[in-house]
T-cell receptor, first 110, second 115 residues
Framework: EDQVTQSPEALRLQEGESSSLNCSYT??????LFWYRQDPGKGPEFLFT???AGEEKEKERLKATLTKKESFLHITAPKPEDSATYLC???????????FGTGTKLQVIP | GAVVSQHPSWVICKSGTSVKIECRSL??????MFWYRQFPKQSLMLMAT?????????EQGVEKDKFLINHASLTLSTLTVTSAHPEDSSFYIC???????????FGPGTRLTVL
């Protein structure tokens, strides 16, 4: 059974204080690993798809990396508007659905 | 691109009534759509997966007769909560994926409150 574990559950940062969120996964044949951002009361917003170990993708202050067992979402010099819950998910080859982690709630304090 | 809408954004109904939620892909053809439920401070719980023109595949523990899902076109899926009760109150979110894509794109969600 596919599993996704995210850590920490919650993270509080000062504005400008860089950090990383972790997503550990087990999947039988990775078709894709996804990062989403979810604001309270809204649907998740797609950020990145990673396909193979060593791959990296960037968007503004966010950079996602992938190894064979985990993915990191690096946040460089975060701003208060980066505050949200960040969700990681994996899709196994041959399957329609994805498995989501429970998310990391990020709070960036001015 | 890849915009998904949901209607209504919130609904309040009386116990015993049925409620229909619409999910539309606005700028792409959604060959597969998903319906999720999310409780406060919890992650997404997949309810069902539907392919256009086919019956939905429900996750274990989800009542098919209570949560009716229809995916009759490549841009529209509906979720009908039949004979709703207070325990059905939740945040319902749909997502859509086009053919050959890996990513799902989510709608804004519908807050259902059953009195």
């Amino acid at each position: 059974e596919d599993q996704v574990t995210q850590s920490p559950e919650a993270l509080r940062l000062q504005e400008g204080e860089s950090s990383s969120l972790n997503c550990s996964y087990t999947v039988s044949g990775l078709r894709g690993l996804f990062w989403y951002r979810q604001d309270p009361g809204k649907g998740p917003e797609f950020l990145f798809t990673l396909y193979s170990a060593g791959e990296e993708k960037e968007k503004e202050r966010l950079k996602a990396t992938l190894t064979k067992k985990e993915s990191f979402l690096h946040i460089t010099a975060p701003k208060p508007e980066d505050s949200a819950t960040y969700l990681c998910a994996v899709r196994a080859s041959g399957y329609q659905k994805v498995t989501f982690g429970t998310g990391t709630k990020l709070q960036v304090i001015p | 691109g890849a915009v998904v809408s949901q209607h209504p954004s919130w609904v309040i109904c009386k116990s015993g009534t049925s409620v229909k939620i619409e999910c539309r892909s606005l700028d792409f053809q959604a060959t597969t759509m998903f319906w999720y439920r999310q409780f406060p401070k919890q992650s997404l719980m997949l309810m069902a997966t539907s392919n256009e023109g086919s019956k939905a595949t429900y996750e274990q523990g989800v009542e098919k007769d209570k949560f009716l899902i229809n995916h009759a076109s490549l841009t529209l899926s509906t979720l009908t909560v039949t004979s709703a009760h207070p325990e059905d109150s939740s945040f319902y979110i749909c997502s859509a994926r086009y053919l050959a894509a890996n990513e799902q794109f989510f709608g804004p969600g519908t807050r259902l409150t059953v009195l």
